[in-house]
Nanobody, 124 residues
Framework: QVQLVESGGGLVQAGGSLRLSCAASGRTFSSYVMAWFRQAPGKEREFVAA?????????YYADSVKGRFTISRDNAKNTVYLTMNSLKLEDTAIYSC????????????????WGQGTQVTVSS
């Protein structure tokens, strides 16, 4: 069983930065694929980024955030981070972290464990 708790959301101006954190419980954190998804009002949940323990923390990004967002993990702290730079109005959403044991379908919302989400609002 894995429990996930996000933090770090808030209100930021366009062009600004935020860092989200996702603290995980469970002794096998390092073997899970960790990801961030987001959901804006009236839209479906969409993949943002994922990080796998395979191949020394291979990372994956949605095209919409590539070059602006960075996913990272600290296995000693059982925490995964999402550093968001150059934020845009369209980045406004509830951001949720998720965990699964395998990499197949990493960009689909078919993850086993989910956090409750944290709101990110980008203003003009």
């Amino acid at each position: 069983q894995v429990q996930l708790v996000e933090s770090g959301g808030g209100l930021v101006q366009a062009g600004g930065s935020l860092r989200l954190s996702c603290a995980a419980s469970g002794r096998t954190f390092s073997s899970y694929v960790m990801a961030w998804f987001r959901q804006a009002p009236g839209k479906e949940r969409e993949f943002v980024a994922a990080i796998s323990w395979i191949g020394s923390d291979t990372t994956y990004y949605a095209d919409s955030v590539k070059g602006r967002f960075t996913i990272s993990r600290d296995n000693a702290k059982n925490t995964v981070y999402l550093t968001m730079n150059s934020l845009k109005l369209e980045d406004t959403a509830i951001y949720s972290c998720a965990a699964r044991s395998d990499i197949v379908g990493f960009n689909k919302p078919s993850y086993t464990y989910w956090g409750q989400g944290t709101q990110v609002t980008v203003s003009s």
